[in-house]
Nanobody
Framework: QVQLVESGGGLVQPGGSLRLSCGVS????????IGWFRQAPGKEREAVSC????????YYADSVKGRFTISRDIEKNMVYLQMSNLKPEDTAVYYC???????????????????WGQGTQVTVSS
């Protein structure tokens, strides 16, 4: 099973930036995408961003378009989520996961991702 470890969360003021990192234990043999999901208190987990390991296609939720950027370092098996202009509503536990997603599918579904990290807390507050 693939192991994932997130880091980079913390407390930031509105308008600030954070970069989340996700280390993946091995190269893609049986997964097709790496995704970032988040879960706020009292809410369901939602897809934030996703990147295909096949062709580099990317997905962003409407709520983060233009503010978040996903990237991947293939050699290091790392995926990053650069978050800018953070808002209080971005407060959540952020998880990275590997699984299946293709650009033609549009929205990544949690059920298609089989291995998850432990999550990292992001709090946006003044």
């Amino acid at each position: 099973q693939v192991q994932l470890v997130e880091s980079g969360g913390g407390l930031v003021q509105p308008g600030g930036s954070l970069r989340l990192s996700c280390g993946v234990s091995r190269s893609p043999l049986d997964y097709y995408a790496i995704g970032w999901f988040r879960q706020a208190p009292g809410k369901e987990r939602e897809a934030v961003s996703c990147i295909s390991v096949i062709d580099g296609s990317k997905y962003y939720a409407d709520s983060v378009k233009g503010r978040f950027t996903i990237s991947r370092d293939i050699e290091k098996n790392m995926v990053y989520l650069q978050m800018s202009n953070l808002k209080p509503e971005d407060t959540a536990v952020y998880y990275c996961a590997v699984g299946k997603w293709f650009a033609t599918w549009q929205i990544p579904y949690e059920s298609d991702f089989s291995s998850w990290g432990q999550g990292t807390q992001v709090t946006v507050s003044s």
